[in-house]
């Protein structure tokens, strides 16, 4: 999220990097330009109406509450998209810094690799949205929606608050949320952003302040000037580090009556819905003082015990720290894991109903890439991949085991589950097959779903494909988490990061050696969704209701004609059947993961 040049501007095609945008930007001038919000007016659509007035200069702040819990450290700002308050004119440290950040990206380290190159990155359906998005009708034109589906379906992405000005991956963007809200058939979309420390500050400033995790630091060079950069904005005062600096773009969770936005290099941050469906930012969650570092944006919720249960992980020692919380939300002590000896990419972890299931991946920390002028995170062919199983109410690393899983590399995890006989358990996860693209070139990623069987007591590891088609971004009825289940679905990379589509897969067929597929629904040609969601079917009132009784919901986005919509689709029919269709009144950008929250637990939170 770097600061725009007028060399950046010559040279940069607004019209690749907005999907659709109404106008080109201003032509460069002589003088240099130090930064570029992303501004623009929302596109006019017939169909849209809004249930409140949309302005293009400022929105009302939310109402704030009368008792704010102390664990929540507030962001201390609006839900509005354009500031109520005077421009600030920039002082001359900062003019200063600007200058040596556009130095940096245009001499030093300039977004050469395709991999991080904004052009690249944010080319169709990746481009942010320009501005935040009030509550506002949408129109059902298709079947009808459900009455089981009262609630809200949420989804977190990145969403860059500033045009990258140098190099920017995927996963750097500034956490937006895209919310719509369903009752009594009718829908209402809001498009907000989460309010962290990160993006307050900036939104503040004018201009990038912190440099991007997954691109800025691509070499020692590159490393040393943006890490000087960042120490003197932080020695000068303009950066205050107390609040913290990451991002909040990958995932949520509903957890003791509190909905999370997640990233991995932050505290999580609290986030409530209004009744018309609007967001806001509550602000950090530290659980009561007792999180003081960040966690997995993949936490695992056992709805039988309401226990959550999660990890983190870094580049020094202790590489891995498990812990959980009670189902009050209290946080238990951590569990630093020592056997780790080397930093790992630990993206996502796998519970059943006695262990937790980490895996060490060949992707982790890589210093020698990285003096070459590569990124600090690659893949080591060298390594041996591992699954390791810790009963999941440890208190210390003391009954950790390890297995040797040659070739498995996984990024998400589907579910696990406990054999009968408690010899054995079982995973089910996307195991990467060139997990050397994994952050450099996706589109030739291919990621095949695999059974895992370990056996507790011999060591012996079995693996079973279930299927040969590209999946990942899957999702099972979130009340099995942990327990034995029967049906995934998941999407189809084509390639990815792109979906074409969903599929459904019956795990029961695993050990037969079959694919074991019984259902899908592609989206078309030119179009692309996001990760399915599975919702039950009246599931608190329904206790005896068959696993796949419900609906699959996704955004899916027409690249032919700029319309993005909203599927509801039959989880259980061959087809996938589409039960309801909704045209949202703009474009949402592809993003990572979602959560469909209930009316009941929206009124709770």
Sequence with gaps: MDA??????????????????????????????????????????QTTKTTQPISTSTTPPPKTTSQTPSSIRSSSSSNSLQSTKRKVEPSVPALIFNALDDIINTFIDPPVKPSVDPKHVLSQNFAPVPNELPPTECKVIQGSLPPSLNGAYIRNGPNPQFLPRGPYHLFDGDGMLHCLRISQGKATLCSRYVKTNKYTLEREAGFPLFPNVFSGFNGLTASAARGALSAARILTGQVDLSNGFGLANTSLVLFANRLLALGES???????????????????????????????????????????????????????????????????????????????????????????????????????????????????????????????????????????????????????????????????????????????????????????????????????????????????????????????????????????????????????????????????????????????????????????????????????????????MDAKSPNLDLVATVKLPRRVPYGFHGLFVAESDLNRI
């Design 266 to 568: 932050d505290l999580p941050y609290s986030v409530k819905l209004s009744s018309n469906g609007d967001i806001e930012t509550l602000g950090r969650y530290d659980f009561d003082g007792k999180l003081f570092m960040s966690m997995t944006a993949h936490p695992k919720i056992d709805s039988d015990t309401g226990e959550a249960f999660a990890f983190r992980y870094g580049p020094v020692p202790p590489f891995l720290t498990y812990f959980r919380f009670d189902k009050n939300g209290v946080k238990q002590p951590d569990v630093p894991i020592f056997s780790m000896t080397r930093p790992s990419f630990l993206h996502d972890f796998a519970i059943t109903k006695k262990y937790a299931i980490f895996a060490d991946i060949q992707i982790g920390m890589n210093p020698l890439e990285m003096i070459a002028g590569g990124s600090p995170v690659g893949s080591d062919p060298s390594k041996v991949s591992r699954i390791g199983v810790i009963p999941r109410y440890a208190k210390d690393e003391s009954e950790m085991k390890w297995f040797d899983v040659p070739g498995f590399n996984i990024i998400h995890a589907i579910n696990a589950w406990d054999e009968e006989d408690g010899n054995a358990i079982e995973m089910v996860a996307p195991n990467i097959l060139s997990v050397e693209h994994t952050f450099e070139r996706m589109e030739l990623v291919h990621a095949l779903v695999e059974k895992v069987r370990i056996d507790l007591n011999t060591g012996i590891v079995k693996r079973y494909p279930i299927s040969v088609r590209n999946l990942d971004f899957a999702v099972i009825n979130q009340a099995y988490v942990g327990k034995k289940n029967k049906y995934v679905y998941t999407a189809v990379g084509d390639p990815m990061p792109k979906i074409s589509g969903v599929v459904k897969l019956d795990l029961s067929k695993g050990d037969q050696r079959e694919d074991c597929t019984v259902a899908s629904r592609m989206y078309g040609k030119g179009c692309y969704g996001g990760e399915p969601f599975f919702v039950a079917r009246e599931a608190a009132k329904n206790l005896d209701a068959e696993e796949d009784d419900g609906y699959v919901v996704s955004y899916v986005h027409d690249e032919n004609t700029g319309e993005s919509r909203f599927l509801v």
């Design 4 to 45: 725009l040049s007028s060399s950046f501007l010559s040279t940069f095609s607004t019209q690749k990097l907005l999907y659709r945008t109404p106008s080109p930007p201003p032509p460069a001038s002589s003088s240099p330009i130090l930064n570029v919000r992303i501004e623009e007016k929302p596109q006019q659509t």
